[in-house]
């Protein structure tokens, strides 16, 4: 599939995830034979002030840092910060990443290198990541290789940003020394894994008589992690909030009710109110403003 269509694909897909992830409710089923009643913490819950990341400069570092990131929480990884960079990028910021984001990466693809398949593509990928960081400049072209032609949308979102780009692509640049004096906004995610099985029935064939359905069960693992987003500027912190994981159900009705989309929701929430602009002050209380008829009736009266 061409690179550009790939790309639209899976941005469409973020754009509506990020919708989703401020609005919608939504289906889906899992369960675990494994007992753990659920409590939510309520720090994920805490409003945090408006326009508490609202920056003159509308220019910042972001560094994201996985503890614990496994090759099956790969995905997830990426997909979340696919969306948080759109949606940073969608208030016209420049982001620039972290030099210990770039190395956290390389880290990844050279761990991970014999399960990212094909081998080809995570070593073209682990290449241009290297590239990127031993020159400063990050080249969006670099990742378009002919390794990436046989990867379907599928492969592109286990490797998000690097074979889907974001929109506004041009924004984004590696930190490098000019990022100093930046603001930077430092996330830091800690990963842990849980087992569940699951069942799904279907029929054997379209309009198959009651009772021909067929019962495919097997176990997976969902992923799901524990944050700390903090704002930092020449050495102080300006804003820091913790979001504790949220425990694990034994079933999940919809996805909503999972930790993960819990805990990236809340994120995302608060990363949006933070971009918000400063509500204008309203006026003194107990003065009105004059009415435009009596306005206009002064400047006749005046000679």
């Given at each position: 599939?061409?690179?550009?269509?790939?790309s639209?694909?899976?941005?469409?897909?973020?754009?509506t995830?990020?919708?989703?992830?401020l609005?919608?409710?939504?289906?889906?089923?899992?369960?675990?034979?494994?007992?753990?009643?659920v409590?939510?913490?309520?720090?994920n819950?805490?409003?945090?002030?408006?326009s508490?990341?609202?920056?003159?400069?509308r220019?910042?570092?972001l560094?994201?840092?996985?503890?614990?990131?496994?090759?099956?929480?790969r995905?997830?990884?990426?997909?979340?910060?696919?969306?948080?960079?759109?949606?940073?990028?969608?208030?016209?910021?420049?982001?620039?990443?972290?030099?210990e984001?770039?190395?956290g990466?390389i880290?990844?693809?050279?761990?991970?290198?014999s399960?990212?398949?094909?081998?080809?593509?995570?070593?073209?990928?682990?290449?241009?990541?290297?590239?990127?960081?031993?020159?400063g400049?990050?080249?969006?072209?670099?990742f378009?290789?002919?390794?990436?032609?046989?990867?379907g949308?599928?492969?592109?979102?286990?490797?998000l940003?690097?074979?889907?780009p974001?929109?506004?692509?041009?924004l984004?640049?590696?930190?490098?020394?000019?990022?100093?004096?930046?603001?930077c906004?430092?996330?830091?995610?800690?990963?842990?894994?849980?087992?569940?099985?699951?069942?799904?029935q279907?029929?054997?064939?379209?309009?198959?008589l009651?009772g021909?359905?067929?019962?495919?069960?097997?176990?997976?693992?969902?992923?799901?992690?524990?944050?700390d987003m903090r704002l930092?500027?020449g050495?102080?912190?300006l804003?820091?909030?913790?979001?504790?994981?949220?425990?694990?159900?034994?079933t999940?009705?919809t996805i909503?009710?999972?930790?993960?989309?819990k805990?990236?929701?809340?994120?995302?929430?608060?990363v949006?109110?933070?971009?918000?602009?400063?509500?204008?002050?309203?006026g003194?209380p107990g003065?009105?403003k004059?009415?435009k008829?009596?306005?206009a009736?002064?400047?006749?009266?005046?000679?």
């Amino acid at each position: 599939m061409p690179w550009s269509c790939r790309s639209q694909i899976v941005l469409m897909n973020l754009t509506t995830a990020l919708g989703l992830v401020l609005l919608l409710p939504a289906i889906g089923r899992c369960g675990t034979n494994q007992a753990s009643e659920v409590t939510s913490p309520a720090t994920n819950a805490v409003a945090v002030p408006e326009s508490w990341l609202q920056l003159p400069s509308r220019e910042l570092v972001l560094d994201l840092q996985h503890e614990s990131l496994e090759y099956g929480a790969r995905r997830d990884a990426g997909e979340f910060l696919a969306t948080l960079l759109n949606v940073l990028l969608g208030a016209n910021y420049k982001v620039r990443l972290s030099d210990e984001f770039i190395q956290g990466e390389i880290k990844y693809y050279r761990e991970n290198q014999s399960q990212e398949m094909p081998v080809e593509m995570s070593r073209a990928l682990l290449s241009c990541l290297e590239r990127a960081r031993a020159s400063g400049v990050l080249d969006w072209d670099c990742f378009k290789g002919d390794f990436n032609r046989t990867a379907g949308p599928t492969s592109a979102e286990r490797h998000l940003p690097w074979l889907a780009p974001p929109f506004k692509a041009k924004l984004v640049s590696l930190a490098g020394a000019a990022g100093t004096n930046l603001a930077c906004l430092r996330l830091s995610l800690k990963w842990s894994g849980h087992s569940y099985g699951g069942g799904v029935q279907h029929s054997r064939r379209p309009g198959g008589l009651p009772g021909e359905t067929v019962l495919l069960e097997g176990r997976t693992k969902l992923w799901a992690f524990a944050g700390d987003m903090r704002l930092t500027q020449g050495g102080q912190t300006l804003f820091q909030k913790v979001y504790p994981r949220e425990e694990w159900q034994r079933t999940y009705v919809t996805i909503y009710e999972q930790p993960l989309w819990k805990t990236s929701q809340a994120i995302l929430q608060d990363v949006v109110t933070g971009l918000r602009p400063k509500p204008e002050p309203k006026g003194e209380p107990g003065k009105k403003k004059p009415r435009k008829q009596s306005q206009a009736s002064e400047r006749s009266n005046t000679p």
